[in-house]
């Protein structure tokens, strides 16, 4: 397991990751998880495509 911020790390190394979120009044909490090629390029979550494609974060 690894943590990263470094999204072509993270393509680059894993075969499945997770995408966790954290706010202000929240503590971590998974939105997504399963293979990387689906995390990536075609994830169910808008927050996850949103950070994976730098939009936020």
């Given at each position: 397991?690894?943590?990263?911020h470094n999204m ?31 995390v ?18």
């Amino acid at each position: 397991m690894i943590v990263t911020h470094n999204m072509q790390q993270a393509q680059r190394v894993s075969q499945s990751c997770a995408f966790f979120l954290a706010t202000h009044d929240t503590p971590g909490r998974i939105v997504e998880a399963g293979p990387t090629e689906q995390v990536f390029h075609n994830p169910r979550d808008q927050r996850t495509s949103d950070y994976v494609n730098g939009r936020f974060g």
